[in-house]
C-alpha cells in the first residue's frame, strides 16, 4: 500500500477511472449486442434505430478516450456494414 499522499490519490483516482471506463465499454457493448439482435430478428427499422445510437455511444467514448478512435472507427464500420447488408 501507498504510503505518499500523490501515490494515495493516485490509486483512487485510477480506481475511479478505471470504473468510469468499464461503464462505458459496457453500454457500448450493450449498444453493439442490440444492433446485431435487430438485424437477427430481419427488422431494417429497428436496426437502423439502434445503429444510430450505437454510432453515437461508440463515438463519445472515443471522445472521453475510452476508445482509440480507430478502434471507434473499426467498430462503426462493422456494424454499420452488418446493417447495410440486411438488404
Known amino acids: 500500500m501507498a504510503n505518499i499522499k500523490s501515490a494515495k490519490k493516485r490509486i483512487l483516482v485510477s480506481r475511479a477511472r478505471a470504473e468510469r471506463n468499464k461503464s462505458i465499454r459496457s ?14 430478428s430481419g427488422d431494417k427499422e429497428a436496426a437502423q434505430a439502434a445503429l444510430s445510437a450505437a454510432t ?26 452488418a446493417v447495410n447488408k440486411m438488404g
Open 27 to 40: 453500454g457500448v457493448k450493450t449498444a453493439m449486442k442490440k444492433v446485431f439482435a435487430a438485424i437477427e
Open 56 to 81: 453515437k455511444a461508440i463515438h463519445m467514448a472515443a471522445s472521453k478516450g475510452v476508445y482509440h478512435r480507430n478502434n471507434s472507427a473499426r467498430k462503426v464500420s462493422l456494424i454499420s456494414r
